[in-house]
């Protein structure tokens, strides 16, 4: 009787035994079951997620991709306009108050022409104030040379005639000059925001803004520009690189430029002697270096006096264009003399002011004696190489011109 209830509390003990494993591999076996479940879900939720930042980020780099080759087509499309296209381009070369507005307005009366009135502006002011050139392309040059000048202008104005303005350096780029006498350039200079001659510009913004000039300037037939700051020596450059270029070198009697420049604010008396050493120097080493070059291309530049041009308007200017293969029609002929010989108008720095060879030698009435002989000591070689008179104080008031006119293969 005794072996009984031991052998009914091994059955009971084996029982519970059993259901404990059972209970236990049930447990384990829930619970693997519920971690790979979550793991799974975790690992889909994981995968969905990792797809669309794959599918976001391939869609941004396609974006930006497409905005790169956009730009690229685009300045691919413009660089091959500006190697295929065949167009006139002029250089009018000349000195502060020699007739260089009245003759650049005169060369680009004719249509489809952009123009450029002292592009050089900008670049040589702040190469007064530093030494280092930033470009639109963000590098930087340092300059420090006469010959680093020259090839730096030389450089500069082969970019303005290409329409490579992606090439030029931030102080043309957004110069305040760049619409004076050429108001067809505002909208670009609009872009580039609020006008003051100390604006600060950002590489950035003429990045956004020179779309407008450079495609103003593709669409164009002829390309001229109109400077007082570009020395002979850099035209060499531009005559080798640039086939259909074409130079007018415009000069005027020192005696008058002195006497202009004095009556603008320009000039001081008191440092007459030292500006006319100085400019003479500079003119006399420009018509050396001109002599040579037409030596080489002949058919492609001329001398202009600006007297010559005063005296006969209408016969110079059609002298000029056809040196320049311009169509010179009845209305170019009309707003030519309405500039030159209309109403008489007291301003300096305007080029309709009538009675153009009245103004030419206005200087004649004004000049002092002791100026005179100033000018004569440092200038009379310059007179005898571009065809003016050397006379006396007393002759030069008998007379009503000074320049000579002559045969000169070299002279419109």
Known sequence: MASKPIYISLIVIFLCTAMSVYLYQDIQFKTRHSITTGVKEIGQRTKKKM??????????????????KTATEQRTKRTSAKVSRAVRMTLLLAYARTGSTLTGEILTLQSKNFYLFEPLHGLIKSLQNQTEVTFLNGSTRAISTVNEINDLISKTLYNWFTCNFEELD??????????????????????????NKTRDISIETVQRCVGILQDRCLSM???TIKTIRTPMKSVEYLLQTIRHLKVIYLVRDPRGMFLSRARVGMLRW?????KSKMICEQIDNDIEEFNKL??????RLKRLAYENLCRNPIFVAGKMYQFLRLPYMEIVKYQI???????????????????????????????????????????????????????SYQQLKKVKETWQAHVDLMQV
């Open 51 to 68: 797809t669309k930042d794959i599918q976001f980020q391939t869609q941004e780099s396609l974006t930006k991709v497409r905005k790169i």
């Open 170 to 195: 931030m102080a043309s780029l957004t110069d305040f000059f760049l619409d004076v006498f050429t108001p067809e350039h505002e909208t670009y200079v609009t872009c580039l925001g609020p006008r």
């Open 221 to 223: 037939t002829s390309v």
């Open 270 to 274: 008191n440092e007459l002697e030292e």
């Open 294 to 299: 037409y030596t080489k291309y002949p058919s």
């Open 337 to 391: 003399r309405n500039i030159t010989t209309g109403p008489i108008l007291k301003c300096s720095f305007c080029t309709k002011r009538g009675d153009a060879l009245g103004n030419a030698y206005k200087w004649k009435k004004d000049i002092k004696e002791d100026r005179l002989k100033v000018i004569d000591k440092y200038c009379s070689n310059v007179y005898q190489k571009l065809a003016y008179r050397y006379l």
